[in-house]
Structure formats: structure tokens, C-alpha cells
């Protein structure tokens, strides 16, 4: 799945399996997930495993918008997205973020992702961030925070930021379950609520609500990450 002008896959319904692709060069994202329930749309229960999304975001503008994810869920809960392969992001405009939730993306599994080279001089570059979504206080009825996901024995290496997560109105983290993760060669491992930058696991630990408890620091030993090998030596701590 390659060179399309704007997503690879767009996923609008519930139950499906989207296994073993490969998307690279697109011109928006590899994958979206979008449920809207406001208007009957959900994208709900969905499995996606063992695909390989690289490089794209390569459209050269997207109207008005600045996004280029890999991955991006908008207000899609309850899917499973697990033994993924996701690396070397668009570095065009802002650059993008391997997997993004927002609009109230909840209850997702992510288990097991390796993500890689997900860089950007100044904006996104991160493994996984939980955004939030606010029109504004004269739209109550349009917040949506993601709560409730769990990320666990993903590997993020050498990007700008390992995970992102910023509510609109809760100061911990939202009931989302990070552990089990290895950070390596990452400028910054996490990124809070209030835009605060933890350069070491152990800062980032020290949040309220614990994040990350049992996760390591360390090189993971791919055979050859530079040649997309992203097989781990038997050394690995992973």
C-alpha cells in the first residue's frame, strides 16, 4: 500500500482485521481509526497486528492541517493493536508521531509495538501521545480526554519524545496504563500534561499515578535497525 495521495487505510466499523501490510509513502497516514458516535460511526474492536508502516506523510500540504501519524486514532476505542512495526516518520512540516489518539480514543491495547525513528526538529517525533480534543468552554459537549488505554512491551527507540500524554482536566494519567516498555536513544522519554519534558525513566516514574513502574532503559540490540532488521539478537534485554 503505497503512494496514495492522502491514507492507506481508513477503518469506519467494528470487528475487522487488518494484518500483516505494509504502508510506506502515503501521502497523509498509514492507518486511521475513526468513530464518531455523534454520528453513528465507530470504529470499535478492531484488530491490527503484525503490519509495517514507514516514511509516510509525504504529501507535500495537506490543506489546513498539520498532521502526518502513522497511525492516528480519532475517538476509535476498544481495539487491539499489537506486534506492529512502525518507524522512520515523515520529517516534512512538523514532522509526525508513530501512533496518536485523540477525540477521546479510549480503552485501545498496545502491546508489543516497535516503534523507531520517529524524529522532528521542534513539534511531534513521538512513540505514542494521547492528545486531547476541546472546543472550548462554550462547547462543553465537545471534550474528549483518552483515558483507560494500556500500552505495555512496546519498544520505542530513537525518537524526539517515547510517549506524550496531555489531559484537559486531569492532572495524572488518566487511568491509561503504561509498564513493560524499553526506551532507548530517545531525546526525551515522556511528555507530560502540563508540556514538562523527562529526559530519564526515573523522573518520569516519579508522576503521579506511577507510570511505567516496570519498564527498562536500554539498548534493545535489533540486528540491523538502519536496514529495517528490527529482529532482536538473542542478547536483547527485551
Known sequence: LTYNLKNAININGDYGTITYNTAHHNGYHALVLEGRESQGINAEHNIIRYNHFYTNGQAATIGDVTNRFEVYFLGADNNDISYNIIHDGSTIGLG????????????????????????????FGVGIALE??????????????CVNNTIKNNIFSNCRIGVAYAPLYMYDIGGNVFDNNLYYGNTYIAQDWDGNLYSTLASWQALKGSPDPHSISGDPQFRDATGADFQLKASSPC
Request: proline letters at 5%; hydrophobic letters at 25%.
Open 132 to 145: 486531547n480534543y476541546d472546543h472550548g468552554p462554550e462547547y462543553p459537549d465537545l471534550a474528549y480526554e
Open 96 to 123: 509526525s508521531n508513530a501512533i496518536h489518539l485523540d477525540w477521546g480514543a479510549s480503552y485501545n491495547t498496545f502491546y508489543n509495538n516497535t516503534i523507531y525513528n520517529m524524529t522532528s526538529s521542534s513539534y
